[in-house]
């Protein structure tokens, strides 16, 4: 009986993960530099992860989670996705409709409800003052509040049109301000301390090209691959179940 149940447990995560990783091709198709951002999101998420205490396999759901955090953004039009000037306010309120987009997808596909919950409540901010719920503090998932960090890290040192991509220290300045605010700061306290312990953190913009889609995906799941692998850290340590909401 226990052999039958633990197959079958196998055998839904072997399904999710094709969903999954059907949605990030699918993000690919549409839209590379979403698709690039969320690659090394999913990177910088796992490392954080394990960072904090989590468990090889918990931080690599997180991974799978980040790969398709902005799943919702293959529904807005391209005028909106691909606009080099900032954004209207009418636009900018279609474009924040993303995460609940990307999150009825995933109900839709039977996932579980720890990625649906990490793609609705990632852009949530500490403070209460994100979208698209307005939930505050530890209401937030960990895992939502660990990809936050991830996610504003890799835009932060991002180069797009809008903007030229800040430089390491600068981007760890721009997080810091953001404490209690932004992000939880035990959590980003812990990012601060990966980005000082790791001088080649940051990962360079070619290094998941979209002809090495195949290579970053097995790579993300090679744990043990240098680079990716963070040992744990029991000062840090934020397990993944200490929301009520995960
Ligand atoms: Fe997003």
Known sequence: MVAVKHLSYVESEKETRKVLLA???????RDI????????????????????????????????????HDLGKTWIANDILNKS?????????????????GARILIGCDVSSFYVETVLYHHEAWNGQGY?????????PVSARILAIADVYDVLTSQRPYK????????????REGS??????RILQ???????????????HHQCAASLFEACTSALYTMSTAGFEVYPSKSHSI?????AHV
């Open 85 to 101: 000037a900032a954004l209207s306010a009418e636009e900018r309120r279609k474009m924040q409709r993303h995460p609940v987009i």
């Open 33 to 68: 530099v979403t698709y690039e951002h969320s690659h090394r999101v999913a990177v910088y998420a796992q490392r954080l992860a394990r960072h904090l205490g989590w468990p090889r396999r918990d931080a690599h759901d997180l991974a799978l989670a980040a790969l398709v």
């Open 190 to 204: 812990a990012f601060l301390h990966l980005l000082d312990i790791n001088p080649n953190f940051t990962l360079a």
């Open 239 to 243: 397990g993944r179940h200490k929301s």
């Open 23 to 29: 949605f990030a091709k699918s993000i690919q198709e």
């Open 132 to 140: 698209p719920v307005g939930l505050k503090g530890e209401d937030i």
């Open 164 to 175: 030229a991509p800040l430089t390491v220290a600068e981007a760890r300045e721009r997080l």
């Open 180 to 185: 209690g605010i932004n992000f939880d700061p």
